[in-house]
């Protein structure tokens, strides 16, 4: 079992940036994870983010955030972070962390795994 913690949220302009944050606080090794971040805005489904292998070797994106998003980790701190430029309205959600041994189980949307109290991103236009 891992306990995730994501911070990092906020209001900020069209074309602005933000960086997010999710830390592991308790649990397996945070290297034998694989890690993702899920949006779900206001009367809208969860959708699938970006997500990167345990060792950061592979990375996926959706191809609505493909070439603005970037997403990392750093397993000596236990986090995961998704860096965020280029920012539009309709990224407008809360962002929520995942984390699974398997990667495909994360790239498929599958829901499974623990996940974060998830943080809040505004874009105004």
């Known amino acids: 079992q891992v306990q995730l913690v994501e911070s990092g949220g906020g209001l900020v302009q069209a074309g602005g940036s933000l960086r997010l944050s999710c830390a592991a606080v308790?649990?397996?090794?945070?290297?034998?994870?694989?890690m993702g971040w899920f949006r779900q805005a206001p009367g809208k489904e969860r959708e699938f983010v970006a997500a990167i292998t345990w060792d950061g070797g592979s990375t996926y994106y959706a191809d609505s955030v493909k070439g603005r998003f970037t997403i990392s980790r750093d397993n000596a701190k236990n986090t995961v972070y998704l860096q965020m430029n280029s920012l539009k309205p309709e990224d407008t959600a809360v962002y929520y962390c995942?984390?699974?041994?398997?990667?495909?189980?994360?790239?498929?949307?599958?829901?499974?795994?623990?996940w974060g109290q998830g943080t809040q991103v505004t874009v105004s236009s």
């Open positions: 995942n984390a699974h041994r398997i990667i495909t189980t994360i790239t498929s949307g599958a829901g499974d795994g623990y």
């Open positions: 308790s649990g397996r090794p945070f290297s034998t994870y694989a």
